[in-house]
Antibody
Framework: EVQLVQSGAEVKKPGESLKISCKGSGYSFTSYWIGWVRQMPGKGLEWMGIIYPGDSDTRYSPSFQGQVTISADKSISTAYLQWSSLKASDTAMYYC??????????????????WGKGTTVTVSS | SSELTQDPAVSVALGQTVRITCQGDSLRSYYASWYQQKPGQAPVLVIYGKNNRPSGIPDRFSGSSSGNTASLTITGAQAEDEADYYCNSRDSSGNHLEVFGTGTKVTVL
């Protein structure tokens, strides 16, 4: 079964650091981009950034550039999202997703076909 | 970066048809995909590409696109279709980035 298994819920204080994880299984982890998506309480989905575990090519949405670091360890099929200094506004659910890209006769198509169950991060003093 | 705009909420009578739209410049270059999210759950892919459904998604879900607008149609809505729906496409920058729509809450009456 293809799946992404995320690490458990975290409760942190402002200023603390944090690294959450996303382990892929059931497919070739190095052949698909892995993205991170934020969902603040009661709000919509926000795209944070993406990494290609095969060569660690990483791209960030402008809103998140410099705020978080995305990395991956292909030897253990795991992607990471980390903060060096958390803020209360980082309180949210964070999902990792697998992006699949395919070529059709009408053009290229990409979509997020596998989602982790999410990691809740609560930042409070 | 790109933006995708959706109506905040729509309602549909049980068994009737509802169409959810998503507008944005990136849709002129890239196909949208659609995700269903129920309370307390992770989103689930329901439509991708021109009009493709992943295995297990009922055929009452369909997608279409024209110009800068993508649409998700639920034909014969069921109570279990009540959820938030998000569109998504590649960002216009072509830099492997993505963008999500603002989301639509679908209520089945």
């Amino acid at each position: 079964e293809v799946q992404l298994v995320q690490s458990g819920a975290e409760v942190k204080k402002p200023g603390e650091s944090l690294k959450i994880s996303c382990k892929g299984s059931g497919y070739s982890f190095t052949s698909y981009w892995i993205g991170w998506v934020r969902q603040m309480p009661g709000k919509g989905l926000e795209w944070m950034g993406i990494i290609y575990p095969g060569d660690s090519d990483t791209r960030y949405s402008p809103s998140f550039q410099g705020q978080v670091t995305i990395s991956a360890d292909k030897s253990i099929s795991t992607a990471y999202l980390q903060w060096s200094s958390l803020k209360a506004s980082d309180t949210a659910m964070y999902y990792c997703v697998r992006r699949t890209s395919e070529g059709y006769s009408y053009g290229p198509v990409s979509y997020m076909d596998v989602w982790g169950k999410g990691t809740t991060v609560t930042v409070s003093s | 970066s790109s933006e995708l705009t959706q109506d905040p909420a729509v309602s549909v009578a049980l068994g009737q048809t509802v169409r959810i739209t998503c507008q944005g410049d990136s849709l002129r270059s890239y196909y949208a995909s659609w995700y269903q999210q129920k309370p307390g759950q992770a989103p689930v892919l329901v439509i991708y590409g021109k009009n493709n459904r992943p295995s297990g998604i009922p055929d009452r879900f369909s997608g279409s696109s024209s110009g800068n607008t993508a649409s998700l149609t639920i034909t014969g809505a069921q109570a279990e279709d009540e959820a938030d729906y998000y569109c998504n496409s590649r960002d216009s920058s072509g830099n492997h980035l993505e963008v999500f729509g603002t989301g639509t809450k679908v209520t089945v009456l």
